[in-house]
């Protein structure tokens, strides 16, 4: 991606992959990116998502750092693009800038830790419920581009066990599963059905 003004990416485009030193901080204008964690039998487990609320590469604000998960676009978007070393300058010359970046390093971490706890506590379907939630407020309109397998690896657990959860959802009236596609029907509904994790300060931060 080019520096200075938006540039487009597509679902799939990868951002950083695991090792690789931070070159740039992406500022998503549109769409979502997740960061992922690989293990070792080969699965990966998303462990924080990226809208307009976070900026990828930030953790390499304060220094070099090699990134610890892959980053990739969850949907087609927009991002604007800085190259480290600008932005490293920017935070050296600009205290207000500093204490943003910090403060927003530490909602990364929140988040990251609030959905290792999430994973560790509630059942399977609040937390779908509430998964889709924070990728909806991510994006424009009701309708998420979304696949079970994806959905079933974003949340670390098998396909059978997504399948069975996302059709009882849909029984509910409060989505509609189409090939590829989740159809937010009752998001109200929805809300209700989430974990107390979505409702919880600090995890509702594109709003």
Not at 17 to 23: A, H, I, K, L, Y
Not at 137 to 144: A, N, Q, S, V
Request: hydrophobic share 45%.
């Amino acid at each position: 991606m080019a520096a200075g003004a938006a540039t487009a990416f597509r679902a799939g485009d990868v951002f950083l992959e695991v090792g690789d030193p931070v070159s740039s901080i992406y500022f998503l204008v549109s769409g979502a990116a997740s960061a992922t964690m690989p293990m070792e039998n080969g699965t990966a487990v998303e462990v924080l998502l990226f809208g307009r609320d976070r900026a990828i590469g930030l953790f390499a604000a304060n220094g070099p750092v090699n990134t610890f998960c892959r980053i990739a676009a969850e949907s087609d978007g927009t991002a604007i693009v800085v190259p480290i070393d600008r932005f490293r300058a920017l935070v050296d010359e600009r205290p207000t800038l500093r204490a943003a970046v910090n403060a927003h390093l530490v909602a990364m971490v929140t988040q990251i830790a609030k959905g290792a706890a999430c994973n560790a506590v509630h059942r399977l379907q609040p937390r779908l419920a509430s998964w889709l939630l924070r990728f909806h407020d991510r994006m424009e309109g009701r309708e998420l581009t979304l696949t079970q397998e994806h959905m079933s690896r974003m949340l670390g657990v098998s396909r059978t066990s997504m399948n069975a959860v996302a059709q009882a959802l849909q029984a509910t009236g409060l989505v509609r599963y189409t090939r590829g596609r989740v159809d937010i029907i009752d998001r109200k509904g929805l809300e209700r059905v989430a974990c107390g994790c979505y409702r919880a300060r600090g995890w509702l931060e594109p709003n």
